[in-house]
Each structure stands twice: as structure tokens, then as C-alpha cells.
């Protein structure tokens, strides 16, 4: 079993440094990808992105389900999919390197403290889940990815 990767190797694959071998890793990146493509689309040409996204979180979830061990019935639920936390992840990623390069200093602040606290949490739902503490909402059918405002 490959344990979810820490949170550092996430961000990396969010920012297109080539990851390991790790399919949650291979999914970030590609999702960051989709959310960079995202932020510069016109209005009303998302929808192939987002399907692409949804795809995306769906793979991830699968993963999560196949190789990660059954919490306790007694586990806390956790609100979210591995797979929705990471392409908020990969979102916030996409706006934190866009704010840098577009943005006033306190915007970036902004930015990269959203995507650090996102990404301390992560890693902390990673170890949860690894030690049998939390449990996730079942996978039923499709799973929809959600729309965030940029």
C-alpha cells in the first residue's frame, strides 16, 4: 500500500515539478493544470474543464477507497473526499502563483496562507485517515465536483 504523500510532494505536483510514480500525485498536477486553464478561460467554456476535474477527483477517491484501510464504523466523518480536498488544493495553488505574479503584496499574503492552512489540513486528514481515525463520505455513483468562485 502507497500511503497518501505528504503534503510538500503535493505541492510540488501542483506546480508541475514531475512527481513520483503516486497516482494522487499524477492527479494533482494534472488537476492544477485544469485549474490554471480555468482561471484564463472565457466565461461559459469551463464546462470540459470542470468534467476533466470531476474525472479527476473520481480517480482519486477510487485510489483512496482501494488502498487506504477501513476507518473504524466509530470514526469521525470527514466532510470531503480526498479527491475534492486535493483539487482544492490544486485551485488554491493555481490562484496563489497567479495572485504572485498578478497582485499587491497583501493579496499574495492572502493567497499563500489559504493554500498553507488548506495544505496543513491535508496532510493532517492523510494521517487520520492512514491510522484508522476518519472516515470518508461514500462513493455513490459520479462524483460531482464542486464550482469555487476565483
Known amino acids: 500500500m502507497h500511503p497518501l504523500p505528504p503534503k510538500h510532494l503535493l505541492l510540488q505536483a501542483c506546480r508541475g515539478l514531475p512527481p513520483d510514480d503516486h497516482p494522487v500525485l499524477y492527479c494533482a498536477g494534472l488537476l492544477a493544470d485544469l485549474h490554471e486553464r480555468r482561471l484564463t478561460a472565457t466565461a461559459g467554456s469551463t464546462a470540459p ?16 477507497a482501494a488502498e487506504l484501510p477501513r ?26 502563483y497567479l495572485t504572485l505574479a498578478t497582485s499587491a503584496d497583501g493579496a499574495v499574503r492572502d493567497a499563500g496562507q489559504r ?36
Request: no cysteine; aromatic share 6%.
Open 49 to 64: 474543464i470542470d468534467h476533466d476535474r470531476a474525472r479527476l477527483v473520481h480517480d482519486i477517491d477510487r485510489w483512496v
Open 71 to 96: 476507518a473504524a464504523r466509530d470514526a469521525h466523518l470527514h466532510t470531503e473526499t480526498v479527491g475534492t480536498v486535493v483539487d482544492r488544493l490544486a485551485q488554491f495553488s493555481a490562484l496563489a
Open 115 to 150: 493554500l498553507t492552512e488548506l495544505a496543513i489540513a491535508y496532510e493532517h486528514l492523510a494521517g487520520e485517515l492512514a491510522a484508522g481515525r476518519r472516515r470518508l463520505p461514500n462513493l455513490t455513483g459520479t462524483q460531482e465536483t464542486q464550482e469555487y468562485e476565483y
